[in-house]
């Protein structure tokens, strides 16, 4: 009986955490929505801070780099190693986080052009891109919240998920930067 009130009173703490996580995830998507979609673009030459976009793809690879490396120190069990990897990837996507909004509150949205080759692959790749990353973001912050709290079992058991969406999301959004910048013709 012990042991079962010690094994439960961890989970009942996590709720309020989970649930402000989900709140902030929501709040944060929900923004960027509005900011990409609605807000009209500040600059509208999109001559401010025109390297923001290869910033941002720079910024998701070194995460996505981050990420294999810190998966790699895991799997050799260095702990120590990965924590500082999966911080470093956390520090580089939230750096491409403000980067990406600075980048659309001043140009607003970019388009693939309509008639550039490849807009079939390029679309449904977008498509599954933002959709996996309003999924990882509050993926993300629990594997976090998880390890920093020393939940490790449940840790063990979200990161397993966390980690594939969140190296797809940092990956693609690589791909779809060069994608979009090879159409464009710059």
């Known amino acids: 009986m ?3 009130a010690t094994t439960s009173q961890p989970r009942a703490n996590t709720g309020p955490a989970i649930l402000a996580i989900l709140a902030i995830s929501a709040a944060a998507s929900l923004f960027l929505f509005w900011l990409i979609y609605e807000h009209p673009a500040a600059d509208t030459t999109s001559t401010k801070l025109a390297f ?3 910033l941002n793809a720079a910024l998701n690879g070194l995460s996505a780099t981050a990420l294999l490396v810190g998966y790699t120190f895991i799997r050799a069990r260095k702990i120590a190693a990965h924590r500082a990897s999966m911080i470093t990837a956390f520090g580089f996507s939230t ?13 607003g949205d970019v388009r693939y052009p ?11 790749l977008l498509a599954s891109h933002i959709v996996l990353a309003v999924i990882a973001l509050p993926m993300v912050l ?6 920093l709290t020393g939940r490790f079992p ?13 190296l797809y999301v940092s ?3 690589v791909v779809t930067y060069v994608m979009l910048r090879l159409a464009q013709g710059s």
């Not at 750096?95 to 140009?107: E, R």
Request: proline share 6%.
């Open 2 to 4: 012990g042991a079962t």
């Open 52 to 54: 923001l976009p290869a």
């Open 95 to 107: 750096l491409f986080l403000v980067s990406y909004i600075l980048h659309h509150y001043l140009h």
């Open 114 to 124: 309509h008639d550039a080759a490849w807009r079939s692959v390029y679309l449904p």
């Open 142 to 147: 629990v594997t976090f919240f998880f390890s």
């Open 154 to 166: 449940q840790h063990r058991i979200i990161a397993r998920w966390t980690f594939p969406i969140w």
């Open 171 to 173: 990956v693609t959004g």
